[in-house]
């Protein structure tokens, strides 16, 4: 948004630009925190965004980058994330059977 100020003191017209957040349109790449802790992560997406061979010049280059990476991601996610309830279930059953076998041994 943009609002023309008064003129003061002199001929120009200074201008106020502030930035709405809820206004800046949907967001083009949604980054989960915890993808950082998985493993592959930051192995997957460089090999993706190497793979990636866009012809034009250089901000053309990154907008497909960006969405064919944003693609990408979306399937590893689905493939990394699926079942994550069952996966934290079993961890945790690993985690006490292990806190019991040390109790055991003391």
């Known amino acids: 948004m943009h609002i023309?100020?008064?003129?003061?003191?002199s001929d120009h017209c200074p201008i106020l630009l502030t930035v709405d957040e809820a206004n800046c349109g949907p967001r083009l790449n949604r980054l989960l925190k915890y993808?950082?802790?998985l493993p592959g992560y930051k192995e997957?997406?460089?090999e993706?965004?190497?793979k990636f061979q866009i012809?034009?010049?250089?901000?053309?280059?990154?907008?497909?980058k960006l969405k064919l990476n944003k693609d990408s991601l979306?399937?590893?996610?689905?493939s990394h994330t699926q079942n994550l309830v069952g996966k934290i279930n079993s961890a945790k059953d690993r985690i006490l059977?292990?806190?019991?076998?040390?109790?055991?041994?003391?």
Request: hydrophobic letters at 40%.
């Open 35 to 37: 993808w950082y802790d």
């Open 55 to 64: 012809q034009g010049w250089g901000g053309f280059v990154l907008k497909e």
């Open 74 to 78: 979306k399937l590893w996610h689905q």
């Open 4 to 9: 023309a100020l008064p003129r003061l003191l």
């Open 48 to 50: 993706k965004w190497q």
């Open 97 to 106: 059977g292990w806190m019991l076998r040390q109790r055991n041994k003391s």
């Open 44 to 46: 997957f997406v460089n």
